[in-house]
């Protein structure tokens, strides 16, 4: 049975001051020059440091004594020392509330994340260097780093979408040009009785609006359709519960912008509907 188990702060003060009361770590906060695992020296672990590095550096071979303070600061600077009086408080879990290491911020939701992360740069504009709070904001770098994969993932989707637009409205035009050529006879007959030029071109610029509204309508339907089983499969694997979903007016601009596209297709062809001699288009089988 899954759960979730709950504690005040009261538990970790409890967990602190059991470790700090210790006898191994009051033994080490009473000999503060000796390190207690091994019984010997800082000093002397130091020094025997300071040769591993020499030797694994290749440097110019040194004899240090304990008074040989100019030569100890020479290589001191140069070694990162593992035994250190600090170093073995931490190794032993001593802690100093007082004094920590880093402070760990859970943020309720991404407003109050943000709302710490602004307090955070006011606070930082009015302090010197070495007041500064630095942090790591581990949420961010994740979510970065999620917003880089989807937005590829979409920049590859919107180019497809693109090739489909301009597939898909060439062929409108082609089928919109072939319908002017089979109705040679018909753009004639309406000339005749009076019909203008603008009112030719209206003719099929209304058809093609109509086939983009139809297509338009039966891609959203399609769509909406789609969305059922793909909230089934994703909650019965993900145990995410309706993340298909097509809002409305996007459906509605979706349908607007599909009659725009058929509309500017057709726009060639309508004109050239429009500009065709009654005459000869009366005489045409």
Known sequence: IGGTVGYTSELTDYYINAINNTDIANQQKENQDIDIFSGKTFMQLQLEEIDQYIIDNKEPIADLGKDDIQKFNDY???????STYQNNLKTLGVTDLDDPDYISFYATDFKSKDELKDFIADY?????????????????????????????????????VTISLVVSSIMIGIITYISVLERIKEIGLLRSIGASKKDISRVFNAETLIIGFVSGLLGILITLLLTVPINIILTSLAEIPAIAVLPFI???VLILISMGLTLIAGFIPSKIAAKKNPVEALRTE
């Open 76 to 82: 001191a600077s140069k070694v990162n020392f593992k």
């Open 124 to 160: 930082n504009a009015l302090q010197e260097d070495e007041n500064l709070i630095s942090y790591t904001d581990y949420v961010d770098i994740m979510m970065s780093s999620i917003t880089v994969i989807i937005n590829a993932i979409t920049y590859v989707l919107i180019g497809f």
């Open 250 to 252: 996007p459906a509605i």
